[in-house]
């Protein structure tokens, strides 16, 4: 610092020059006062001018006055007592935010000669601001299959108090579902969390209210609340569920086509497309090439779509599937038997299997002339059968009437034998010839001979040993499909004279036939968040054989995550489900291969395979997760616009959209933050974008949040601590408090000729000031104390 002085005839001059590189330091009053705010007017605060040495009678002609840099109404001094007193209302928080220390700096200046102190007044802060929450409700979206431990924050109260005043705990009220975590942050500061502590269901409880209350550490406590809204997001947890497990519908054949089956309905307890149901045929059995039936996609109802005949088949079983339209879709199944009635549709037809023409005229009564196979569908019935016959011309006409009462029903022949399938050629059957009282003798003689309806080439007689056996292959399935019971009906004939037996060989089933899967792999998509006990229905294996042989049973291995259960219903059809047991995780294991094997009851026991593809499908279980909580970064207040910062990772283990992440400041943000710093949403890099000012704002704590994709979007919190690093970009200044002018030439050497403090805004070695005066002066400085500075006169003046 240089001062120069000049003089002429009429003036003197006093120039001064300062070199300054310090700031001015709080607390280094001479004497500390401390006074509540809020204190009413004419509080007392401190005996000043007895505490400064300074006599009351005094005060007046020396001049006392106050000086303050900032407000300087906030307090005053009495001049008749010399007591220092609250002048007008003194609001902490206002004077100096949230800064840990808050002081009122004054000067007390008397002249002759001119005196300075230097008084500090601590204000001290009393709990008179509540926590308050930005806003009145806080809006929680959650989805319904979140985890157990799931995290939510919420934003956090703020108080504008300090120390104890502004120390918030908080308390959540009471619910069976989520509890409060508190978070503690780098600068002290708590954030609180929600932790999902029982798994939630929409379709139960849509959406939850709950009170979030901020208590702080003052006495008497202040408190503030926030109302908590949760809104339950719906996953596609729900399948549709038919009224019934079967239905059961009696048609009459032939009804036309197009005629209504049975109406279906299947409800869903899913909201929006997660309930939207689309109806389906799975498989009609018997299966055929024609397609009997059809069924509406959006109404359910079955109609006929092909002709309905008894005598083809008398019943039919329709496996129906109900879908949702969520992603995943969920089916549900029912079973519709359809039993078709008969009508009397068909008439009789006659097969001639022996004749005796011409007839002679002197044929004896009770002769045999024909023999026949009437066969009819129904097992009751009353017809009249002509036959007529007309020889050559003059020939006598021969007419026959026949009063049929009853068909020839399965079982009712004179003779039964039994033969398993598949018996080797030659395997012996009966002896028939014995058996119908026929002596071996007879047999060629009398044109003995079996006949049969449909294939006759499957048994045969031996006509020298009267032996019935196997002729050809017979297959019990092809013969007579899945009919409980299978015969081989034969008409043995002979003549000399015409006699008729009827013969009956029961075919028996044997084990030759495996069960049989629609096919040899199925896949199946599961979504990771099924809870566990949720079935999944699959398609059973058939078995060609019957009885026993055909009875199947099924397991599955390995097993670590299913179970099977196999259900009978009241038409003793049966359904198969996969039930899952315990929860699956898509990120541990991705898919999962079982093998489903049927094992039928024969003897020796025929097994069939297929292999289960389950794929789990991801849903978005899984917030975003940063490398770091919180990232420590330095930047110099120069830093030009568009420097990096930091460059965010964020990484999530879900699949698809759900893994895709969009980085951004998490709100609420300050102005300071979006003023200073941009985010790029996709790839977290951070970035200067305004000036930055150590002297105004020296760190920066920005929250920042990463958010997926997902249908029901998850995020990520950490913080980044962004340090300002001082550069020397501020010129001291300079300000003089009391300037006594002219200098008298008389004037005594120590004479205090101004007052003077000094301050940089810059930190460090950046703010140290050096003071000096130019050379040859006849002044000097005196540091009164840091930063300040009185000019005193350091020799005597000479005018010349």
Known sequence: MVFSWQGGFEARQLLLWFLLLAVREWGSGQVHYSVPEEAKHGTFVGRIAQDLGLELVELVPRLFRVASKGRGDLLEVNLQNGILFVNSRIDREELCGRSAECSIHLEVIVDRPLQVFHVEVEVKDINDNPPVFREGEQKVLVSESAPLESRFPLEGASDADMGLNSLLTYRLSLNEYFTLKIVTKTDKSILPELILRKTLDREEMPELNMLLTALDGGKPQLTGSVQIHITILDVNDNAPEFDKPSYKVLLFENVPNDTRVIQLNASDLDEGPNRDISYGIRMILPMSEKCMFSINPETGEIRIYGKLDFEENNEYEIQVKAIDKGIPSMAGHCTVLVQVLDLNDNTPEVTVTSLSLPVREDAQVGTVIVVYILQISLKVFECTMLISWRGGPGAPRLLLSLLLLAVWEAGSGQVHYSVPEEAKHGTFVGRIAQDLGLELAELVPRLFRV????????????????????????????????????????????????????????????????????????????????????????????????????????????????????????EQTSSLSLVLRKSLDREEIQEHSLLLTASDGGKPELTGTVQLMITILDVNDNAPDFDQLIYKVRVLESTVNGTLVIKLNATDPDDGTNGDIIYSFRRPVSPAILYAFSINPDNGEVRTKGKLDFEEKKLYEIPVEAVDKGNIPMAGHCTILVEVLDINDNAPEVTITSLALPVREDAQVGTVIALISVSDPDSGANGQVTCSLTPQVPFKLVSTFKNYYSLVLDSVLDPS
Not at 485 to 510: A, G, K, N, W, Y
Not at 525 to 549: C, K, M, Q, Y
């Open 451 to 570: 006949a049969s309806k449909g294939r006759g080439d499957l048994l045969e007689v031996n006509l020298q040993n009267g032996i019935l056996f196997v002729n050809s292959r017979i297959d019990r399935e092809e013969l007579c499909g899945r009919s409980a019971e299978c015969s081989i009906h034969l008409e043995v004939i002979v003549d000399r004279p015409l006699q008729v037996f009827h013969v009956e060989v029961e075919v028996t089933d044997i084990n030759d036939n495996p069960p049989v899967f629609p096919e040899s792999e199925k896949r199946i998509i599961i979504a990771e968040s099924r809870p566990p006990e949720t079935r999944f229905p699959l398609d059973g294996a058939s078995d060609a054989d019957i009885g026993v042989n055909s009875a199947l049973t099924y397991r599955v291995y390995p097993n670590d995550y299913f179970t099977l259960d196999t259900q009978n219903n009241r």
